[in-house]
Nanobody, 129 residues
């Protein structure tokens, strides 16, 4: 069982930056692939970024490529999402998720909701224009 707690959300300005953190419980954090998803009102939860358990592979949805960076610190059981050049359309609740696929596929960064086993409660990000 993994418990995930997101932090770092809040109000940002267009063109500005925010950094989200996700702290995980448990001693096996380094074996999980990790991902960030987001959900705006009235929409489906969508993939944002993922990082493999090894940290050597990352993937991003097209709309955030070149602006967002996912990283992890296994010593701190934490995954980060650095968000630069924010846009109003980035406004959403951001969720951290953990995937057990990381145990068997250390170089894989899963892009699909169905590939994740544990979810955090989410943190609101609001970007003003």
């Amino acid at each position: 069982q993994v418990q995930l707690v997101e932090s770092g959300g809040g109000l940002g300005q267009a063109g500005g930056s925010l950094r989200l953190s996700c702290a995980a419980s448990g001693r096996t954090f380094s074996s999980y692939a990790m991902g960030w998803f987001r959900q705006a009102p009235g929409t489906e939860r969508e993939f944002v970024a993922a990082i493999s358990s090894s940290g050597g592979s990352t993937s991003y949805t097209d709309s955030v490529k070149g602006r967002f960076t996912i990283s992890r610190d296994n010593a701190k059981n934490t995954v980060y999402l650095q968000m630069n050049s924010l846009k109003p359309e980035d406004t959403a609740v951001y969720y951290c998720a953990a995937s057990r696929l990381g145990y068997s596929h250390s170089g894989y960064s899963p892009p699909s909701r169905s590939q994740y086993d544990y979810w955090g409660q989410g943190t609101q990000v609001t970007v003003s224009s």
